[in-house]
């Protein structure tokens, strides 16, 4: 079974940075990218941004407008979000998501979901 465990989420002032993680542990799994969403309160989970985990590539929403910094350690089997510069609007429940098969940035398919990590950004 594959585990995906978001952290790093927390309560924040407007203006501030926080560096979400996701871990992987469980079986051994063959990824073709990673990803990171958000679903804010009454709203539709969205895409935030996505790495093709062998060669590093990125993908972003347009509306992350260079604020999140998407990263992985391949060593340390782990998959990073930076946000810089957070707005009450930035304020969601963050989920990263894995997907096994290989498909362009508009058609992929995430296999495996982590449980989620609030942020909260106070104005």
């Known amino acids: 079974q594959v585990q995906l465990v978001e952290s790093g989420g927390g309560l924040v002032q407007a203006g501030g940075s926080l ?17 990171w969403f958000r679903q804010a309160p009454g709203k539709e989970r969205a895409f935030v941004a996505a790495i093709r985990w062998s060669t590093g590539s990125t993908y972003y929403a347009d509306f992350v407008k260079g604020r999140f ?13 930076q946000i810089n510069n957070l707005t009450p609007e930035d304020t969601a429940v963050y989920y990263c998501a894995a997907a096994i098969k290989s498909s362009n940035w508009l058609s992929l398919s995430y296999d495996y979901w982590g449980q989620g990590t609030q942020v909260t950004v106070s104005s």
């Open 19 to 35: 560096r979400l993680s996701c871990a992987a542990s469980g079986r051994t799994f063959s990824r073709y990218a990673m990803g």
């Open 69 to 81: 910094t998407i990263s992985r350690d391949y060593a340390k089997n782990t998959l990073y979000l």
